[in-house]
C-alpha cells in the first residue's frame, strides 16, 4: 500500500489558479498510475483528470479539460493538479488515488489507495 496525503487547497476567487500537490510515502510512484477525483457537498465524487505511470498519457473530464493540468514527478513521489480559470462550481474536496501499474477498470472503484482530501473553495 501507498500512503498519499493532499496539500495544497485553499479558497480562492473566481478566475484564479490553485495548485494541489499529493506528495506519496510507503511506496515509490513510479510504477503506480495516478488520479484526482472530487466530491461537492451532496454529489458523489466524481473523476477530475488520470494519468499514467510514466506521465506520458492524461485524461479529464469535459469539466475541467483545457483549464486543469495533472502532472507526476516521480523522482519527488508526488502528483500534481494545477488548476486554473476557476469556477465556484469548482468547490469541492480534491482527493487524489492511486494504484499500482494502470487503473482496474473506471471510476473511484478502479483505485485503491486514496488521501483524505483537500478542500477547494471557490467564491464568486
Known amino acids: 500500500q501507498v500512503q498519499l496525503v493532499e496539500f495544497g487547497g485553499g479558497t480562492v476567487q473566481a478566475g484564479g489558479s490553485l495548485r494541489l500537490s499529493c506528495t506519496a510515502s510507503g511506496r515509490t510512484l513510479v510504477n503506480y498510475a495516478m488520479a484526482w477525483f472530487r466530491q461537492a457537498p451532496g454529489k458523489e465524487r466524481e473523476f477530475v483528470a488520470d494519468i499514467s505511470r510514466s506521465g506520458g498519457r492524461t485524461n479529464y473530464s469535459d469539466a475541467v479539460r483545457s483549464r486543469f493540468t495533472i502532472s507526476k514527478d516521480n523522482a519527488k513521489n508526488t502528483a500534481y493538479l494545477q488548476l486554473s480559470s476557476l469556477k465556484p462550481e469548482d468547490t469541492a474536496v480534491y482527493y487524489c488515488?492511486?494504484?499500482?501499474?494502470?487503473?482496474?477498470?473506471?471510476?473511484?472503484?478502479?483505485?485503491?489507495?486514496w488521501g483524505q482530501g483537500t478542500q477547494v473553495t471557490v467564491s464568486s
Open positions: 488515488a492511486a494504484t499500482l501499474f494502470a487503473p482496474k477498470g473506471e471510476g473511484v472503484a478502479a483505485y485503491d489507495n
